[in-house]
């Protein structure tokens, strides 16, 4: 006879009753959005503007094109929130936005021109690789210039990439999303998603040889 522990039954209530009502208060943030009003309208800006300027940021690699996607998104929201049907998650409708600026603006760069080491931003040129959290205090100046020389190659590797194989690369390996949430972001099957994952996958393996 199977036997649940009481209390993990209990917090898996809990928490599922947590999502829920997250859910619920999500709808009725939107509901009242929808309808006008304007505070309901911010709670959602502040929901996730943290998250896809992060994701604007790590797609684009420019803090003033991530910025800009970031304005252009929500502004699209705003207008379009009314035709927000509940087909799908509040959050994939917006990611999807996001998405789909991002591959714009990926399309108008040329994608195989070599990507330069460093950042735009309101201090000026910044080393991109200052953004990459180092896990050890003492790391070791060789494996450090490593380190450098490998996240060079890899953003090389991604500019090479077609704008839809960078743009699901990034979502999976750089944002963490799912396979389906990552086909439902760029409005495709969640098997194509996959197909083109792989393909990037290969590639990278392809170009980074030299540093197995």
């Not at 209530?13 to 999502?19: A, D, R």
């Not at 929901?47 to 304005?71: G, I, K």
């Not at 210039?145 to 500019?159: D, I, K, T």
């Amino acid at each position: 006879m199977d036997w649940v522990n009481p209390l993990t039954q209990a917090l898996d209530i809990v928490s599922s009753q947590s999502v829920t009502a997250g859910r619920s208060d999500e709808h009725a943030l939107i509901r009242a959005a929808q309808a006008g009003n304007s505070e309901a309208f911010e709670q959602l800006v502040r929901a996730y503007d943290t998250n896809v300027l992060r994701m604007a940021f790590n797609l684009l690699h420019s803090e003033e094109d991530a910025r800009d996607v970031y304005q252009e998104a929500f502004l699209r929201v705003y207008r379009n929130l009314s035709k927000f049907r509940f087909d799908c998650s509040f959050s994939t409708w917006l990611y999807r936005i996001v998405s789909n600026l991002c591959l714009d603006q990926i399309r108008r760069r040329n994608v195989r021109r070599e990507e330069a080491s460093s950042v735009s931003t309101g201090d000026g040129e910044v080393d991109r690789f200052q953004f990459l959290a180092e896990s050890r205090a003492d790391v070791d100046p060789q494996r450090q210039l490593m380190s450098s020389e490998l996240n060079g190659r890899v953003q090389e590797v991604l500019a090479e990439l077609s704008p839809r194989e960078r743009i699901v690369f990034e979502l999976r390996h750089f944002q963490g999303m799912r396979l389906r949430a990552i086909g439902e972001t760029v409005g495709v099957t969640e098997e194509a998603a996959k197909n083109c994952l792989f393909r990037a996958t290969q590639k990278m393996r392809a170009a980074l040889g030299d540093f197995k």
